[in-house]
């Protein structure tokens, strides 16, 4: 994987509810699991998207209808969804998706759905400790696991 793309899955900032408040990470942290670290990450559990499949930018309207479609998806699947968003670090960044976190999902489940809907990679983590899935074959391997370390952002 082009590392500056592999940089930039890192870097992403994730706005994740809690019922405490929005808890913003990103995982770029240590490659650690940390048993003080919030319920939520400690859980299992998929941050999933169904915008700009393979990085390409689509109209706002029809990155919404795949989000719905696979929204609907996971929850015929018995699956618990709660909406969040991903965004680039940068103040003047562009670029911001909404993405669906899956409690409960397996690592496989979530690799296909990211196939399905053409992701390059899935969020994925258990026990504290996330990484990233690859989904697309042309970047490496489908289901190469990059491992990663949350980092709490204030």
Known sequence: MDQGLLRSYLATIYELPTPQGVLRVSLDGELKSDASLPEILQQRFALLTAYNPRSML???RINEQRHQVMRDLLVLGCHRVSQA????????????????????????EASAFGQVFRQNVVVFSEGGRPSLVVTDATLDEVGKVIAAGWRIRT
């Open 58 to 60: 689509l109209p706002r």
């Open 85 to 108: 968003v991903g965004y680039e670090e940068e103040p003047d960044g562009v670029w911001r998706e909404p993405t669906w976190i899956v409690v409960g999902i397996s690592r496989e």
